[in-house]
C-alpha cells in the first residue's frame, strides 16, 4: 500500500480550460510544462510561447483565465494534481476506434483514469454502466474491446503512450521553491493507491465493485498552487479498505471531441477536429433522440462544489413527447425562398420621399440629397422611406443591401432592424429533435424538462453562405439544450421551431470561440447547454432566460403572430 508522500511525490499537474460545454479540457503536456514555468513568474503567458497553434491565445494567472486576443473570448482555466497511479501521471492516453478507419478519438482523464486502474489491477473486464457516470458500455480488457450493452455494438480500443510527460508535483515544487518564500503547500493523502484520478472531493461516487462513501478532499488549483500563503492539507483523507474504491465522480469531465491526443498534429487546446458526441464512441442507434447519444450523468468540480452538466442517463422509452407539439421531421431539408430582383421586394415596403432632408444615408453615409456611394453616375439618387418605421435611404444603398444578403424576399431596417417580409437565414440542413426527460432544471422543479437536440453535419456552402464551394466545418454537433416543461418553455419551443424552419437559428461564418472559419455558428438566438447548473452562464437557474430568448427571437422576426 503506497504511502501518501509516495502518491505526492509521483503526482502530476495538468492545466485544463472549460469548453463551452462546461467541461474541462486538458493542454497537452508540453504545452503544461511552459505554463508551470511560467505560473510562478508572472501574470500572463503567451500561448504561443509553448506551441506555435496557439499563437491567438494568452493564459490570465490572476484571473485563471485562457483569453483569445483574436475574439476576446475569456474561458476559466485551472491548475489539477492527478495522483501518481492515474493514466495522465503516467503518460498514457485510452482510444476508440470510430467509424472510419484509422480514426482514434481519445477517451476523457476520468474514463481514462478508470480503465488504467482496471488495466494496472489485471481486470477482464469494466463495466461503465456500474460507474458514477453510468456509460452503457462494457469493456473487454483481454480482447481491447469496447462492447455496447443492448446492442452487442463493437469497437475496438487502444492504450498508447504520450510521447512527453506531465510535470511532476515535485519537480515544480522544486524549480518554484527558488521563486517564492511563501509557505508550500503540503500534502496529505491516506492510502490513496486505488485513486485512479488523484483526489475527488464527491461523496456520492460509485465507481464499480462495494463502495463507502467518503469524506475526501480533492486537491485543486486552489490547494495546489505554489503561491499560497498558508500551509494547506486536505480537511480529511480517504478511508479504503479491501473491498472499497474512492470515488471519482468529481474529477473533470471533459468532452471526448478534444483534449490529449496523440498525434502531433491534433491542437494543443483540444480544438474538435472531428464530431463527437459520447465518452465512449457514438453508438449504432439510429436514433438521436437516445441519451446514449452524450455522457450522460457525467459531472465536474468547480471549486469544491460538485455540479452536473447533463442529465443522468435516460431510456428511450423514458423520453417522452412534448404535449401539444407535434414530433420532428428528421433531417427535413429546407429550401430557401429567392427573391433575386431588389425592386420586386422593395416596392412591397417603401414610399418614395419627394424632399430628401438636409441629413446622410443611414448605409453609404452620403447625403440624401446627393447621389449615393453605390451609383456611379453623380445624379441625383432616388430616396425611398421604410413605410413601419420611417426610417430613409437612398434607393440604391436599399437594393445593394438586400443584395448582399439571402435574398429571402425579406427586407430589415439597418437602422432600427423593423423587418419587412418573412425572414429567412442561411443555416445549413440538418436535424431539430425534441422531447420530455424525466428530470427537471434547477429553478423549475415543478415539471420536466424538454432537451432540444441539434444535428448538422459538415458540408458546401450554397450561394447564400459566404464562400461558395467551399467546405464548411460542423463541431460540437449534435449539441443538447434544455427548456423547462412548462407553459412558457413550450411557447419557446414552438418559436424555435419556427425559427429552424426559416433557418435561423444557426450559420457559417466565423467561430468567436475557437476563431474557426467556414465553420457552423450560432447565429444570435442563445441556448441553454449546460444542465444541472450555471457555471458556464449557458445553464440554470436563470430565472430571465425564457424572456430573453422571446425577445432574441422577436428580433428574428419570430413572434407570437407565428403560433
Known amino acids: 500500500m503506497a504511502t501518501s508522500r509516495t502518491n505526492v511525490s509521483q503526482a502530476v499537474f495538468v492545466w485544463e480550460w472549460l469548453n463551452d460545454q462546461g467541461r474541462w479540457r486538458p493542454y497537452d503536456p508540453s504545452v503544461v510544462r511552459q505554463i508551470e514555468n511560467a505560473y510562478p513568474r508572472g501574470n500572463v503567458f503567451s500561448l504561443s510561447a509553448a506551441d506555435p497553434k496557439l499563437i491567438s491565445y494568452i493564459l490570465d494567472f490572476s484571473r485563471m483565465q485562457q483569453i483569445s486576443e483574436t475574439t476576446g473570448t475569456a474561458r476559466p482555466v485551472r491548475r489539477q494534481m492527478y495522483s501518481g497511479?492515474?493514466?495522465?501521471?503516467?503518460?498514457?492516453?485510452?482510444?476508440?476506434?470510430?467509424?472510419?478507419?484509422?480514426?482514434?478519438?481519445?477517451?476523457?482523464?476520468?474514463?481514462?483514469?478508470?480503465?488504467?486502474?482496471?488495466?494496472?489491477?489485471?481486470?477482464?473486464?469494466?463495466?461503465l454502466s456500474h460507474t458514477s457516470y453510468r456509460l452503457p458500455y462494457v469493456v473487454d480488457m483481454t480482447t481491447m474491446n469496447q462492447v455496447r450493452q443492448g446492442s452487442g455494438f463493437t469497437r475496438q480500443i487502444r492504450r498508447i503512450k504520450l510521447p512527453t510527460l506531465y510535470p511532476s508535483v515535485n519537480s515544480m515544487d522544486s524549480d518554484n521553491n527558488s521563486l517564492?518564500?511563501?509557505?508550500?503547500?503540503?500534502?496529505?493523502?491516506?492510502?490513496?493507491?486505488?485513486?485512479?484520478?488523484?483526489?475527488?472531493?464527491?461523496n456520492d461516487g460509485n465507481i464499480y465493485g462495494k463502495v463507502r462513501r467518503s469524506n475526501s478532499?480533492?486537491?485543486?488549483?486552489?490547494?495546489?498552487?505554489?503561491?499560497?500563503?498558508?500551509?494547506?492539507?486536505?480537511?480529511?483523507?480517504?478511508?479504503?479498505?479491501?473491498?472499497?474504491?474512492?470515488?471519482?465522480?468529481?474529477?473533470?469531465?471533459?468532452?471526448?471531441?478534444?483534449?490529449i491526443v496523440a498525434s502531433a498534429s491534433s491542437s494543443s487546446v483540444g480544438m474538435a477536429m472531428?464530431?463527437?458526441?459520447?465518452?465512449?464512441?457514438?453508438?449504432?442507434s439510429a436514433s438521436s433522440a437516445s441519451t446514449s447519444d452524450l455522457p450522460m450523468g457525467s459531472s465536474s468540480v468547480f471549486g469544491s462544489r460538485m455540479v452536473r452538466m447533463t442529465p443522468p442517463p435516460t431510456s428511450k422509452s423514458d423520453c417522452k413527447p412534448v404535449p401539444g407539439i407535434k414530433p420532428p421531421k428528421k433531417r427535413?431539408?429546407?429550401?430557401?425562398?429567392?427573391?433575386?430582383?431588389?425592386?420586386?421586394?422593395?416596392?412591397?415596403?417603401?414610399?418614395?420621399?419627394?424632399?430628401?432632408?438636409?441629413?446622410?444615408?443611414?448605409?453609404?453615409?452620403?447625403?440624401?440629397?446627393?447621389?449615393?456611394?453605390?451609383?456611379?453616375?453623380k445624379a441625383i439618387s432616388i430616396v425611398f422611406k421604410l413605410?413601419?418605421?420611417?426610417?430613409?435611404?437612398?434607393?440604391?444603398?436599399?437594393?445593394?443591401?438586400?443584395?448582399?444578403?439571402?435574398?429571402?424576399?425579406?427586407?430589415?431596417?439597418?437602422?432600427?432592424?423593423?423587418?419587412?417580409?418573412?425572414?429567412?437565414?442561411?443555416?445549413?440542413?440538418?436535424?431539430?429533435?425534441?422531447?420530455?426527460?424525466?428530470?427537471?432544471?434547477?429553478?423549475?422543479?415543478?415539471?420536466?424538462?424538454?432537451?432540444?437536440?441539434?444535428?448538422?453535419?459538415?458540408?458546401?456552402?450554397?450561394?447564400?453562405?459566404?464562400?461558395?464551394?467551399?467546405?464548411?466545418?460542423?463541431?460540437?454537433?449534435?449539441?443538447?439544450?434544455?427548456?423547462?416543461?412548462?407553459?412558457?418553455?413550450?411557447?419557446?419551443?414552438?418559436?424555435?421551431?419556427?425559427?429552424?424552419?426559416?433557418?435561423?437559428?444557426f450559420t457559417v461564418g466565423v467561430s468567436a470561440t475557437t476563431g474557426e472559419s467556414n465553420t457552423v455558428?450560432?447565429?444570435?438566438?442563445?441556448?441553454?447547454?449546460?444542465?444541472?447548473?450555471?457555471?458556464?452562464?449557458?445553464?440554470?437557474?436563470?430565472?430571465?432566460?425564457?424572456?430573453?430568448?422571446?425577445?432574441?427571437?422577436?428580433?428574428?422576426?419570430?413572434k407570437d403572430d407565428d403560433l
Open 85 to 127: 497511479s492515474s493514466a495522465p501521471a503516467k503518460g498514457v492516453v485510452w482510444q476508440w476506434l470510430g467509424d472510419l478507419p484509422g480514426s482514434w478519438n481519445t477517451y476523457d482523464l476520468e474514463i481514462a483514469c478508470l480503465l488504467e486502474e482496471a488495466y494496472e489491477n489485471k481486470q477482464t473486464q469494466l463495466n
Open 521 to 558: 455558428t450560432w447565429n444570435e438566438i442563445h441556448h441553454k447547454t449546460e444542465f444541472g447548473s450555471n457555471l458556464t452562464g449557458h445553464g440554470y437557474p436563470d430565472p430571465q432566460y425564457l424572456d430573453n430568448v422571446l425577445m432574441e427571437l422577436a428580433s428574428q422576426g419570430v
Open 274 to 284: 472531428s464530431p463527437s458526441s459520447s465518452l465512449a464512441g457514438p453508438s449504432n
Open 332 to 377: 427535413r431539408r429546407l429550401s430557401l425562398i429567392k427573391v433575386a430582383d431588389p425592386d420586386d421586394v422593395l416596392k412591397h415596403y417603401v414610399s418614395k420621399v419627394k424632399k430628401p432632408p438636409t441629413e446622410d444615408c443611414p448605409i453609404c453615409f452620403e447625403e440624401l440629397c446627393c447621389s449615393s456611394g453605390y451609383e456611379e453616375s
Open 387 to 505: 413605410e413601419k418605421c420611417k426610417h430613409i435611404f437612398h434607393k440604391s444603398c436599399l437594393a445593394a443591401m438586400y443584395s448582399s444578403g439571402p435574398k429571402d424576399g425579406s427586407l430589415q431596417c439597418p437602422t432600427c432592424k423593423a423587418i419587412y417580409g418573412v425572414k429567412h437565414g442561411n443555416q445549413p440542413p440538418g436535424s431539430m429533435d425534441y422531447h420530455v426527460i424525466p428530470f427537471s432544471l434547477p429553478g423549475y422543479r415543478e415539471c420536466d424538462a424538454i432537451r432540444i437536440i441539434y444535428n448538422i453535419p459538415p458540408g458546401t456552402q450554397g450561394p447564400e453562405h459566404p464562400h461558395p464551394g467551399k467546405r464548411y466545418s460542423a463541431r460540437g454537433f449534435p449539441r443538447h439544450c434544455y427548456i423547462p416543461n412548462n407553459d412558457k418553455g413550450r411557447k419557446v419551443l414552438r418559436l424555435l421551431i419556427t425559427a429552424w424552419e426559416r433557418r435561423l437559428l
Open 180 to 202: 517564492t518564500k511563501t509557505a508550500k503547500p503540503s500534502y496529505k493523502l491516506k492510502h490513496s493507491v486505488s485513486a485512479p484520478c488523484g483526489i475527488s472531493d464527491s
Open 217 to 259: 478532499t480533492r486537491l485543486s488549483e486552489s490547494d495546489c498552487q505554489v503561491k499560497a500563503t498558508v500551509s494547506v492539507q486536505s480537511g480529511s483523507s480517504i478511508s479504503t479498505t479491501d473491498d472499497i474504491t474512492p470515488s471519482t465522480s468529481g474529477i473533470a469531465s471533459p468532452s471526448s471531441d478534444s483534449g
